[in-house]
């Protein structure tokens, strides 16, 4: 797929954690389309297992549910969006990830895929994190 040809040549060897999914706003979408080697080592996932699965599979009980509406109302509207939230690795160990999301839109305004640029956030202070990190 050209896109992801693309992206692959830029985020390759990026250290910000990039993730692209595909434009799919049912049940289980989005689905991951490509991960870079900063997103395995940020997750602890390797992208054999995020290939097809959705970005879902990060969240668990400290992710916001207000911060992941107003993701989903963002990505239905075609909006980029920025947010910080709970995730968790493939360990189980909580971290603030901040995400700029960009929704890529055909011409005729139709969401086709998305890209993430993503990044561990510091913890806030006097805060554990699995308790942090809402925007
Ligand atoms: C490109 C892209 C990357 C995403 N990355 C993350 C992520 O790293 N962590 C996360 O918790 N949600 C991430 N999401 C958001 C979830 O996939 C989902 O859209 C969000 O939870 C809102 O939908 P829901 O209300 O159905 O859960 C990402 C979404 C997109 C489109």
Sequence with gaps: MPLIQLI???AGDNELAV???????LASGPHILYVNAAFE??????????IGASPRILQ?????????KRLSKALRAGQRHSTTLVNYRKSGE???????MFPLLTPEGELF???????EAPRR??????????D
């Design 8 to 10: 692959s040549a830029l």
């Design 125 to 134: 202070r006097g805060r554990r994190p699995a308790q942090g990190g809402e």
């Design 41 to 50: 080592r940020l997750t602890g996932y390797a992208s054999q297992e995020l």
């Design 113 to 119: 895929a998305a890209v993430a640029l993503e990044r």
């Design 19 to 25: 993730v692209v999914t595909d434009g799919l706003l």
């Design 94 to 100: 909580p971290y603030r990830c901040a995400i700029d």
């Design 60 to 68: 668990g009980p400290a992710t916001s549910l207000a911060a992941r």
